[in-house]
């Protein structure tokens, strides 16, 4: 038999999801086996394998025990401490064992909330695993986070117990974290009864609360060789929240099912990573984001692979790293981000090869637009295919991609490729309410039932879940990404931005995007960001921030005045004059969220002369510091 299409694939699953989903169903342990496959009478609340019982945990780890107990499940590395630990499945298993153990003497049972807020070390990934055995539902916050945003998650997911380090290391430097959730607590309406902190050492002075903090070292030492049994959870029970990253605004909790998670999951290790058992991942996100949660903790595993959990940077001891990694583990996926590779991209390109490489089968990037250069530059360096996905917090998995483990399609650069099995993707002229045609832009919506894996609803908020995202057409509900696409004759998807970053000129609705694509093909820019400000006669006007690779030809104002009319003069060439930015601001570093991803809100606002809002999750301060600096001396 011929092998099966990707579009034949993907039309299967949209026609027949019950019998495709079904089948996808086997790649999981069933405790006890689903009902129905797609409960759909309340829509757009969809409830995937009604019915069936089953854990995360005992899918990620116990299944193993039988064919792969000495197989390394976990590879812990960290270039912060110097600290490397390899687990296997049996001393995963035990060690999981032994924190749930521990979450159960301090009263956590099935739908208790536990916050983790943790640097990247093992004991992370072990909480995580336990909450799903126990059936405790976690919510991973991002160890950068202040104290602020963690008190909000704090109430509004009401957690029993949290988990904590006494610290972090960052770039050498001890970052504290016990501190933060003691102020989060002081701060936060309902606290937590506990607070369980793994010691590393790191913070010599970390204050204790008598009779709330709890030392896990202890307390585990207490349990000793616990066994606890697997919760078998039914299909749609709550495995986590995460909140989304909150660079439009306020975090939605992101609630996801177990069952249909799972089932998602493992799926795509097979369609579209790529994935054997036997095999090791590295994927070099953070546990606090989406793709930490399924592509560190819980699809590898599912899959078999062993799972590289690393604390560092990208570019220390050097910019070899992970290519260092890559060779040592033998991995043969790895999955991260357009915005790492940038931080890539400006160190010396001998790193990149000087490492034995052949393990390496592909490379995947998600979070942010991949640009040509970037795709181009990373792909030719390490030899290796990259791959473009698409998707969000609230989907847990690919939206958009290619399916190489179904079929093999030429890529397209900038492009993200085909919507994925499940996924009834289509982009909507908002106006109208109509499918555009090839070549047209729209929101990209897509119609439900979502597939599983997707977000069942918002954290105690169904009718926040409702109204937020599915309020794109008038006369029916239809899941809107908020992102603004394209797709062209041959089928392909290209992403141009945020529905809010789209610019309208004159009546020309322009993505931001488009216009940094753009500029980022000027020779000496490195980076850049676009925002629309508003302009009595236009309506609004495109603002460039252009990061230039080499800042030292910007001797004096008139080099910095044909540098911009140059940049300027690229946009005209490309996109016509009705693209061309007013003006084009030159800065070393632009303001990104600690996912990487840029906050024109902040930007834009800076730029109309309003309040930056909500920088919580800012990376680096002086980015807006940059931003205002340069604006400011427009106005001398
Ligand atoms: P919030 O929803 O709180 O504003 P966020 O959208 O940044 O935060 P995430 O869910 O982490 O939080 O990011 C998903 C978004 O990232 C997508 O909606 C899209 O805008 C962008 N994105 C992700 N992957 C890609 C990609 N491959 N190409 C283009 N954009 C992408
Ligand atoms: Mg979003």
């Not at 912060?80 to 049996?90: D, H, P, Q, S």
């Not at 995947?364 to 390490?382: M, N, Q, R, V, Y």
């Amino acid at each position: 038999m011929a092998a099966e299409t990707v579009k034949h694939f993907h039309e299967r699953s949209i026609s027949n999801p019950d019998f495709f989903w079904s089948e996808q169903a086997q790649l999981i342990h069933w405790e006890k086996h689903f009902e129905q496959v797609l409960d759909y009478s309340k829509p757009p609340f969809a409830r995937w394998f009604v019915g069936g019982k089953t854990n995360l945990c005992y899918n990620a780890i116990d299944r193993h025990l039988k064919d792969r107990p000495d197989q390394n499940a976990l590879i812990y590395i960290s270039t912060e401490t110097g600290v490397e630990k390899n687990y296997t499945f049996r001393e995963l298993h035990a060690e999981v064992n032994r924190f749930a153990a521990v979450l159960k003497s301090l009263g956590v049972g099935k739908g208790d909330r536990v916050i983790i807020y943790m640097p990247m070390i093992p004991e992370a990934a072990f909480a995580m695993y336990a909450c799903a055995r126990i059936g405790a539902i976690h919510s991973v916050v991002f160890g950068g986070f202040a104290s602020q945003s963690l008190a909000t998650r704090i109430d509004d997911a009401k957690p029993k117990v949290m988990v904590t380090a006494d610290a972090g290391m960052r770039g050498g430097k001890s970052v504290p974290y016990k501190h933060l959730v003691d102020e989060a607590c002081s701060l936060a309406q309902m606290p937590p009864k506990n607070v369980l902190i793994i010691n590393r050492g790191l913070d010599a002075g970390m204050p204790i609360t008598a009779g709330r903090d709890v030392d896990y070292a202890t307390a585990s030492n207490a349990v000793g060789e616990a066994q606890v049994a697997v919760e078998w959870l039914e299909s749609s029970d709550p495995s986590y929240i995460l909140y989304t990253s909150g660079t439009t605004g306020k975090p939605k909790g992101v609630q996801r099912d177990t069952g249909g998670y799972a089932v998602a999951l493992a799926a795509s290790m097979k369609h579209i990573y790529c994935g054997n058992a036997g095999e090791a991942m590295f994927t070099t996100s953070d546990i606090g984001w989406v793709v930490g949660h399924s592509y560190i903790i819980y699809a590898p595993l599912l899959a078999g692979m062993a799972t590289i959990l690393y604390e560092g940077l990208p570019i220390r001891p050097d910019a070899g790293i992970w290519w260092k990694i890559v060779e040592q583990h033998k991995v043969s996926v790895m999955f991260s981000s357009p915005t790492a590779v940038r931080v890539l991209k400006k160190q010396d390109p001998k790193y990149l090869s000087q490492y034995n490489l052949k393990s390496l089968r592909y490379l995947f990037l998600a979070g942010e637009p991949l640009d040509e250069p970037t795709a181009k530059w990373i792909s030719d360096s390490l030899g290796v295919p990259v791959v473009d996905n698409y998707w969000q917090t609230e989907t847990g998995w690919p939206i958009l991609s290619a399916m190489l483990g179904v079929e093999n399609t030429p890529r397209k650069y900038g492009s993200p490729s085909f919507p994925v099995y499940g996924f009834n993707v289509a982009l909507f002229d908002e106006s109208t309410g109509l499918e555009v045609e090839a070549d047209q832009k729209g929101v990209l919506g897509i119609v439900p039932p979502l597939p599983p894996g997707c977000l069942s609803t918002v954290w105690g908020d169904d009718a926040r879940f409702v109204s937020t995202y599915f309020s794109l057409l008038k006369d029916r509900k239809v899941y809107s990404s908020f992102d603004w696409g394209i797709r062209d004759h041959d089928g392909y998807y290209f992403i141009l931005g945020r529905t809010d970053d789209v610019i309208n000129v004159a009546g020309h609705r322009l993505g931001t995007r488009e216009i940094e694509e753009a500029i980022s093909g000027h020779a000496n820019i490195a980076e850049v960001a676009v925002v629309g400000i508003e302009d009595k006669l236009k309506g609004q006007v495109p603002v460039a921030f252009a990061v230039p690779k080499n800042a030292s030809l910007l001797v004096d104002a008139a080099a910095h005045r044909a540098f911009e009319k140059e940049v300027m003069d690229t946009v005209d060439k490309i996109l016509g004059a009705i693209a061309r930015p007013a003006r084009v601001y030159f800065v070393t570093l632009l303001p990104k969220t600690r996912s990487g991803k840029l906050l024109r809100r902040s930007i834009q606002a800076l730029a109309e002369g309003r309040d930056p809002g909500d920088l919580t999750t800012l990376d680096d301060a002086t980015s807006l510091q940059q931003i205002r600096a340069a604006l400011e001396q427009d106005l001398r």
